[in-house]
């Protein structure tokens, strides 16, 4: 099965500050998932990536694809207090979608 | 329009009780997943039905849970003779499918809590 690995396990940052989160897979990335869970709202789909090097943005996040890594990362720029919750990178096997541990972000004030 | 949603948000129930939880997908989506996420752990998925295909249930842990779907609407999920270990947030999630996409949109959860 293929796993993956996201760092950090949890970061703090000042409000306004950027931050990024790295999602690594055991196996070759033919496409990934980025979700954010928040408590009581369950998982929110943020972007699909499909092929290698590309990018997505949505308002202020950012992610891309390294196929030849195996890597994903999850890029805020200028964080606020909505940024906060856990962030999840994932992978579909047909239509399983399997998570990485998560990371958690708290925005400070 | 609307997201999934999922019902109720929270039940607590005496151990050996049956429950019941609904899903009600996003419109037009053929498929539906469901998923348990127990305290401080990742999600564990536990069935995918896809239009009027035969489901896959290779995750249910055990013959206690069941689901079921009516053509591609409301989907729900029944636990039988509850035990403390079925305490979990369960989480229903719904995709098109179509087009080659599968991203899946998820509802707020159920939070189930066994006494």
């Known amino acids: 099965s293929q796993e993956l690995e996201q760092s950090p396990q949890s970061l703090i940052v000042q409000e306004g500050k950027n931050l990024t989160i790295n999602c690594t897979s055991s196996k070759t990335l033919y496409g990934l998932y980025w979700y954010k869970q928040k408590y009581g709202e369950g998982l929110i789909f943020l972007m699909m990536?499909?092929?290698?090097?590309e990018e997505k943005s949505h308002e202020k996040i950012t992610a891309k694809l390294d196929e030849k890594k195996q890597q994903s990362s999850l890029h805020i720029t200028a964080s606020q207090p909505s940024h906060a919750g856990i962030y999840l990178c994932g992978v579909s096997a047909a239509y399983k979608l399997s998570f990485g541990a998560g990371t958690t972000v708290t925005v400070r004030a | 329009g609307a997201g999934v949603s999922q019902s109720p948000s929270n039940k607590v129930t005496e151990k050996g009780k049956d429950v019941e939880l609904r899903c009600d997908p996003i419109?037009?989506?053929?498929?539906l997943y469901w998923y348990r996420q127990r305290l401080g752990q990742g999600l564990e998925f536990l069935i995918y039905f896809q239009g009027n295909s035969a489901p896959d249930k290779s995750g249910l842990p055990s013959d206690r849970f069941s689901a079921e779907r009516t053509g591609e609407s409301v989907s729900t999920l029944t636990i039988q003779r509850t035990q403390q270990e079925d305490s979990a947030v369960y989480l229903c999630?719904?995709?098109?499918?179509?087009?080659?996409?599968?991203?899946?949109?998820f509802g707020p959860g159920t939070r189930l809590t066994v006494t």
């Open positions: 419109s037009g989506h053929t498929a």
């Open positions: 999630a719904s995709s098109p499918t179509t087009g080659g996409r599968y991203e899946q949109y």
């Open positions: 990536l499909q092929k290698g090097g």
